[in-house]
């Protein structure tokens, strides 16, 4: 079944020209190489996100979820190469609606969900590791194929502010 894009935190893309591969073959090592990190409360599992409106075709997603925090994982061959992402997010909920209220938003959310250092800590280590996981295997794949290793530069994510102002 389809589901609702999570509220984004992060994202990461990178498109890895000359690499040939299969979503299924991509999935499967990076599930192996996350359960090599033994990250705790983590489930994975496969969703797919429509292309567009409801008659549009589905992709298919990989998702490591810990806790509140969600992470899609796609890989898919793009002409000669295979493009690979990973969006980092929260399910949206009840809670995401009433934080949009007026003048009362922000406070209940401050109230229902306080933010500590021990929650954005914890994130940013579920982040680090799917995202150590995720570059683990394209540098595998990159290497057996006898093509260039990411840069420094290009393993970076893009960082959203946890919650604005």
């Not at 994202?11 to 996350?34: K, N």
């Not at 705790?40 to 806790?67: F, H, M, N, Q």
């Not at 799917?130 to 994510?157: S, Y």
Request: hydrophobic share 45%; proline share 5%; glycine share 6%.
């Amino acid at each position: 079944m389809a589901k609702a894009a999570p509220i984004v935190h992060a994202h990461w893309y990178h498109m890895i020209e000359g690499l040939q591969a299969s979503p299924t073959e991509f999935y499967a090592a990076v599930e192996r190489a996350i359960a090599e990190r033994q990250v705790p409360d983590t489930k994975i599992s496969r969703v797919d996100y429509r292309e567009g409106s409801l008659v549009t075709a589905k992709r298919e997603y990989l998702r490591v979820k810990r806790r509140q925090h969600i992470f899609d994982i796609c890989g898919a061959p793009f002409g000669n190469g295979f493009f690979v992402s990973w969006w980092l997010g929260e399910p949206q909920g009840c809670l995401s609606l009433l934080a949009e209220l007026p003048f009362v938003g922000g406070f209940l959310e401050s109230v229902l969900k306080p933010l500590t250092y021990y929650m954005l800590d914890t994130a940013l280590m579920f982040q680090a590791s799917v995202h150590n996981a995720v570059q683990q295997v394209i540098g595998e794949m990159t290497e057996a194929k006898g093509l260039r290793a990411l840069t420094e530069a290009e393993r970076k994510p893009v960082m959203r502010e946890f919650f604005q102002d």
